[in-house]
């Protein structure tokens, strides 16, 4: 069975920093590009960050370019979230994707397997 687990959400005040990591167990996903995805209470999904199956190409949604970083490391199956900087926006359900294919893409319909997701929380 194919199942991916984030991990390090929590509560943080607003200028500090979270990692969020993501374990993949059941199938190894090293030819698999990755991406981390979050969403608000009543809103739909939206893109923050993908990774491409080498590491070599990475995309940001603008709203997290030059705060968040997204890394990987095939070896060990997991992808990985820095995220710095955090705003009260930043809060949402931070969920990590994988799609069977070896480049990133920004669409949530793109990816094949998913996370339960892990609340992250930033308080003014």
């Known amino acids: 069975q194919v199942q991916l687990v984030e991990s390090g959400g929590g509560l943080v005040q607003a200028g500090g920093s979270l990692r969020l990591s993501c374990a993949a167990s059941?199938?190894?996903?090293?030819?698999?590009?990755k991406g981390w995805f979050r969403q608000l209470p009543g809103k739909e999904r939206e893109f923050v960050a993908a990774?491409?199956?080498?590491?070599?190409?990475?995309n940001y949604a603008d709203s997290v370019k030059g705060r968040f970083t997204i890394s990987r490391d095939n070896a060990k199956n997991t992808v990985n979230l820095q995220m710095n900087s955090l705003k009260p926006e930043d809060t949402a359900v931070y969920y990590c994707?994988?799609?069977?294919?070896?480049?990133?893409?920004?669409?949530?319909?793109?990816?094949?397997?998913w996370g339960q997701g892990t609340q992250v929380t930033v308080s003014s």
């Open positions: 990774i491409s199956w080498s590491g070599g190409s990475t």
């Open positions: 059941g199938r190894t996903f090293s030819s698999y590009a």
């Open positions: 994707a994988a799609r069977s294919g070896p480049s990133t893409r920004l669409s949530e319909y793109e990816y094949d397997y």
